[in-house]
């Protein structure tokens, strides 16, 4: 049995970047998951003298921990102005004051969406591009657009031609991390 840790990074209650990571987490076989909330991890905002007072918060810790215990990762990013959310940015800082590979080279998919167009398109090209710094192992990505349009609870990714992109990659994503356990079970 995989153990699959989903990630919403945001703060929001009805984040959509939280449905989305626990869809695209559910559709792994033979998996167990577990649905993260930064709600759960309260930080204070990051920074050296703080640290050097007060050290670094058990949340921060505790959040690595978590990642510790499961085999591969599935985040789907909010956008804010272009970035992280605040929250995100905040949690992923003080990790990395505990073990600077934060990401600890688990296989991750990495998903964004919005409302808009672009399906947080901006977000996901700086995730790309910085996750492997913190010992990310990304192994697919996907920007879903236009969410409150192409996305339904029971039904998943409404648009064929985006349903069908992201279940290729889905699945090699799957097929990723079952190789890779494979190699380390021998």
Known sequence: MKKILALGA????????KQF??????????????????NDYPLPLYGPDLERSNGVPQAAHDFIDLISQHDAIVISFAEYNGGYTTVFKNLQDWASRVRKDVWQQKPMLL???????????????????????LGAKI?????????HKTFNSEQ????SDLNQSFKSKLK???????????????
Do not use: C, W
Not at 11 to 16: A, D, E, F, L, W
């Open 21 to 38: 990571a626990t869809f695209a987490a559910q559709q792994l076989q033979d998996s167990t998951l577990t649905i993260a909330d930064l």
């Open 111 to 133: 998903l964004s969406t919005s409302p808009g167009s672009r399906g947080g398109a901006n977000v996901m090209a700086g995730a790309v591009n910085y996750f492997p710094h």
């Open 156 to 159: 998943g990714i409404l648009d």
């Open 172 to 186: 090699a994503f799957e097929k990723a991390l079952n190789t890779l356990l494979e190699l380390s079970a021998s």
């Open 139 to 147: 192994v697919e990505n996907f920007s879903l657009p236009f969410f």
């Open 10 to 17: 945001s703060n929001n209650s009805r984040s959509i970047n």
